[in-house]
Antibody, heavy 121, light 112 residues
Framework: QIQLVQSGGEVKKPGASVTVSCKASGYTFTSHGINWVRQAPGQGPEWMGWISANNGNTNYPQKFQGRVTLTRDTSTSAASMELRSLRSDDTAVYYC??????????????WGQGTLVTVSS | DIVMTQSPDSLAVSLGERATINCNSSQSVLYSSNNKNYLAWYQQKPGQPPKLLIYWASARESGVPDRFSGSGSGTDFTLTISSLQAEDVAVYYCYQYYTSPTFGQGTKVEIK
């Protein structure tokens, strides 16, 4: 079955960086893009960016450009998200989510379990 | 960015009754070249990631019960749960993937 398994929770200090990983299984990794979505406590989800699992192309919303880097490793079917210069309002659950298919674009069908990142001094 | 605004923020419906959630986008999400609305609905239960229910505004994802339906076009959309079941208690989000993706603020559905 299709699974996206993320790394465990993190506690970071303001100004630090965090990397969250996402390991895919149960499908051909390079056939579907990977997105990253975060959700602050009590808030709606927020899209942070997309990476092509095939060629590594990326797309970031303006809000996160320069602060987020998405990477993928086809040899291990894994993707990662690095967020730098952390602030308290970056405290959120971070999800990886798979593109449903190339026709629908940024439409997510399978999600990781979520990784809580807490930013606190 | 396209702003998605849902109404109401919460609603309580009796079991077996209809629940209706509205979503308005700040600009049209209808792509003229393929006549498709880039609008989806997600359901999220506590402690879980969102689950895809509806895409292209009205297409039901595989495995989603047929009591869930979506309608609308352009900037105004509706999610309808025709007969509310206990397992439908959740927060529902509309979502546009026409351009840089954005979610609505969510509508919490509870049992009356």
């Amino acid at each position: 079955q299709i699974q996206l398994v993320q790394s465990g929770g993190e506690v970071k200090k303001p100004g630090a960086s965090v990397t969250v990983s996402c390991k895919a299984s149960g499908y051909t990794f390079t056939s579907h893009g990977i997105n990253w979505v975060r959700q602050a406590p009590g808030q709606g989800p927020e899209w942070m960016g997309w990476i092509s699992a095939n060629n590594g192309n990326t797309n970031y919303p303006q809000k996160f450009q320069g602060r987020v880097t998405l990477t993928r490793d086809t040899s291990t079917s894994a993707a990662s998200m690095e967020l730098r210069s952390l602030r308290s309002d970056d405290t959120a659950v971070y999800y990886c989510a798979r593109d449903r298919d190339f026709l629908t674009g940024y439409l997510f069908d399978f999600w990781g379990q979520g990784t809580l990142v807490t930013v606190s001094s | 960015d396209i702003v998605m605004t849902q109404s109401p923020d919460s609603l309580a419906v009796s079991l077996g009754e209809r629940a209706t959630i509205n979503c308005n986008s700040s600009q049209s999400v209808l792509y003229s070249s393929n006549n498709k609305n880039y609008l989806a609905w997600y359901q999220q239960k506590p402690g879980q990631p969102p689950k895809l229910l509806i895409y292209w505004a009205s297409a039901r994802e595989s495995g989603v019960p047929d009591r869930f339906s979506g309608s609308g076009s352009g900037t105004d959309f509706t999610l309808t749960i025709s007969s509310l079941q206990a397992e439908d208690v959740a927060v529902y989000y509309c979502y546009q993937y026409y351009t840089s993706p954005t979610f609505g603020q969510g509508t919490k559905v509870e049992i009356k």
